[in-house]
């Protein structure tokens, strides 16, 4: 990030000093009676030999160092796209594994339990048992409609994060979207930086506080609107969190996130917005 910023501020300033030479050579070029542009000026000018040649040798060195930064700016963004869709594949992997495993251990404590209470003829405890475990399945069952795999992995993955932070994460999908023209990995990256950033911001606040984060998708008018919302949070100002490196975590944040999220979506001709309300909490609109 600080190498893509140093690379955008060296691009800006070759753009202001070639201007500048441009408009020093075009000055040259119709102005060749010195006498009158000293006059406009107010001042005489050194008279050089051959300036107007040096001038225009100035501005297309200028111009190439620019024509050359701007194309590494422009790689090194690229690479960093490439490095986050390829971090986050692995990511989507290990969390598969991992989530294979907690089920199957999850099942076998399960089945261990109900047989428990079967053996001490206590069925209306091990009915009890049976019903919790299945309104825990419901959430599975809810994300598994979504027909998208990816994001399917993510959605459970962070089901576990809230459990752990004692955020309570709901879901709403009244759609098949197993459809849609964007890619997975461009609604994972989408997802994922919203639920992220709901989370932090529930985190810091006390376990006193009711703690909700709100994920939906659905269809209106032929477009995928995707609603995350969470409670106790504000957002004074909407507009400058899609500044690029601008955060708010400090040295924890890169400041990239939202950022990248906006366009991705512009990438789709969609448009985020953000509705954030001092009392009921933030909701990120995404209409793709």
Request: hydrophobic share 40%.
């Given at each position: 990030?600080?190498?893509?910023?140093?690379?955008?501020?060296?691009?800006?300033?070759?753009?202001?000093?070639?201007?500048?030479?441009?408009?020093?050579?075009?000055?040259?070029?119709?102005?060749?009676?010195?006498?009158?542009?000293?006059?406009?000026?107010?001042?005489?000018?050194?008279?050089?030999?051959?300036?107007?040649?040096?001038?225009?040798?100035?501005?297309?060195?200028?111009?190439?160092?620019?024509?050359?930064?701007?194309?590494?700016?422009?790689?090194?963004?690229?690479?960093?796209?490439?490095?986050?869709?390829?971090?986050?594949?692995?990511?989507?992997?290990?969390?598969?594994?991992?989530?294979?495993?907690?089920?199957?251990?999850?099942?076998?404590?399960?089945?261990?339990?109900?047989?428990?209470?079967?053996?001490?003829?206590?069925?209306?405890?091990?009915?009890?048992?049976?019903?919790?475990?299945?309104?825990?399945?419901?959430?599975?069952?809810?994300?598994?409609?979504?027909?998208?795999?990816?994001?399917?992995?993510?959605l459970y993955t962070?089901?576990?994060?809230?459990?752990q932070s004692n955020?309570?994460?709901?879901?709403?999908?009244?759609?098949?979207?197993?459809?849609?023209?964007?890619?997975?990995?461009?609604?994972?990256?989408?997802?994922?930086?919203?639920?992220?950033?709901?989370?932090?911001?529930?985190?810091?606040?006390?376990?006193?506080?009711?703690?909700?984060?709100?994920?939906?998708?659905?269809?209106?008018?032929?477009?995928?609107?995707?609603?995350?919302?969470?409670?106790?949070?504000?957002?004074?100002?909407?507009?400058?969190?899609?500044?690029?490196?601008?955060?708010?975590?400090?040295?924890?944040?890169?400041?990239?996130?939202?950022?990248?999220?906006?366009?991705?979506?512009?990438?789709?001709?969609?448009?985020?917005?953000?509705?954030?309300?001092?009392?009921?909490?933030?909701?990120?609109?995404?209409?793709?």
């Amino acid at each position: 990030m600080t190498n893509q910023r140093k690379f955008r501020d060296l691009a800006i300033t070759l753009v202001v000093i070639q201007l500048g030479y441009i408009l020093a050579f075009v000055w040259l070029l119709f102005l060749k009676d010195h006498a009158i542009l000293e006059r406009y000026l107010g001042f005489n000018i050194p008279h050089y030999k051959n300036l107007e040649l040096m001038t225009l040798i100035i501005t297309i060195s200028t111009l190439t160092i620019f024509i050359y930064s701007l194309l590494h700016y422009f790689k090194a963004s690229y690479l960093e796209q490439e490095y986050a869709q390829e971090k986050l594949k692995n990511e989507l992997s290990q969390n598969t594994i991992h989530l294979l495993r907690c089920h199957r251990h999850d099942f076998l404590n399960h089945l261990q339990v109900i047989l428990g209470y079967i053996q001490l003829n206590k069925t209306t405890k091990a009915e009890e048992y049976i019903k919790n475990i299945n309104q825990e399945l419901s959430d599975i069952r809810i994300i598994s409609n979504i027909q998208l795999p990816e994001v399917a992995v993510l959605l459970y993955t962070k089901k576990a994060e809230a459990n752990q932070s004692n955020i309570k994460l709901n879901f709403d999908f009244e759609t098949d979207l197993s459809e849609i023209a964007i890619k997975q990995t461009d609604l994972v990256r989408i997802v994922s930086n919203l639920i992220d950033n709901a989370f932090y911001e529930l985190k810091k606040l006390t376990n006193s506080v009711e703690k909700i984060v709100e994920v939906s998708f659905n269809y209106f008018d032929n477009h995928l609107v995707i609603e995350v919302f969470n409670t106790s949070t504000y957002i004074e100002d909407t507009d400058i969190i899609f500044t690029y490196g601008y955060t708010t975590k400090g040295e924890l944040g890169s400041g990239i996130g939202l950022y990248n999220v906006k366009e991705l979506v512009e990438k789709y001709h969609g448009r985020i917005t953000v509705e954030s309300d001092n009392e009921s909490g933030t909701t990120f609109i995404i209409t793709i």
